[in-house]
Antibody
Framework: QVQLQESGPGLVKPSQTLSLTCTVS??????????WSWVRQPAGKGLEWIGR???????RYNPSLKSRVTISRDTAKNEFYLEVSSVTAADTAVYYC???????WGQGTLVTVSS | QAVVTQEPSLTVSPGGTVTLTCGST?????????PYWFQQKPGQAPRTLIY???IKHSWTPARFSGSLLGGKAALTLSGAQPEDEADYYC?????????FGGGTKLTVL
């Protein structure tokens, strides 16, 4: 079974770029009909879909975040990445990576935007 | 961008049955929206209970089922247990990508 683990800095300064890594084990991010996704959840709020990358490398982003978000990958490392530029306090959240189908998710990593 | 709608809160009695729904402002929800249902308990990561409308994970209790009902995706809980008290989110495929509903807070009381 695929397992996913998020990692990255827990603290990012305003206006900087948030960068996270999702390490995947038990399956290849470049094979099959799978999407590799990022979602986030601010404290006390609901889930927000950020975007995803198909196994062929094609990406799709939330229109509200599209101008600031990039999802990329390193197939040799079996990792995919999230970058969010020009962050503000509103980007403070727990970030989760996952695979769809069938909806397997990591445990999440808290990123705080603060000076 | 389309909005995904869910009941903000529902209450069910222990042993009772409740249906949570997930709609779209663009029209009827179909299997082509690939509905997902997530359960999230306080302090925990969300976990997928149902994907692609009605497919369960190995950890999904048998009392949960997914379907399409009246133009919406539906999550039915039959025989509610106290441990089912949680937030439930649906996720739909939309023209712009994927969109979460605002979540339903389910109380078992």
């Amino acid at each position: 079974q695929v397992q996913l683990q998020e990692s990255g800095p827990g603290l990012v300064k305003p206006s900087q770029t948030l960068s996270l890594t999702c390490t995947v084990s038990g399956g290849s991010i470049s094979r099959g009909n799978f999407y590799w996704s990022w979602v986030r959840q601010p404290a006390g709020k609901g889930l927000e879909w950020i975007g995803r990358m198909y196994s062929n490398g094609n990406t799709r982003y939330n229109p509200s975040l599209k101008s600031r978000v990039t999802i990329s990958r390193d197939t040799a490392k079996n990792e995919f990445y999230l970058e969010v530029s020009s962050v503000t306090a509103a980007d403070t959240a727990v970030y989760y990576c996952g695979s769809e189908p069938p909806g397997l998710w990591g445990q999440g990593t808290l990123v705080t935007v603060s000076s | 961008q389309a909005v995904v709608t869910q009941e903000p809160s529902l209450t069910v009695s222990p042993g009772g049955t409740v249906t949570l729904t997930c709609g779209s402002t663009t029209g009827a929800v179909t299997s082509g929206h690939y509905p997902y249902w997530f359960q999230q308990k306080p302090g925990q990561a969300p976990r997928t209970l149902i994907y692609d409308t009605s497919i369960k994970h190995s950890w999904t209790p048998a009392r949960f089922s997914g379907s399409l009902l009246g133009g919406k995706a539906a999550l039915t809980l039959s025989g509610a247990q106290p441990e089912d008290e949680a937030d439930y989110y649906c996720l739909l495929y939309q023209s712009d990508g994927r969109e979460f509903g605002g979540g339903t807070k389910l109380t078992v009381l």
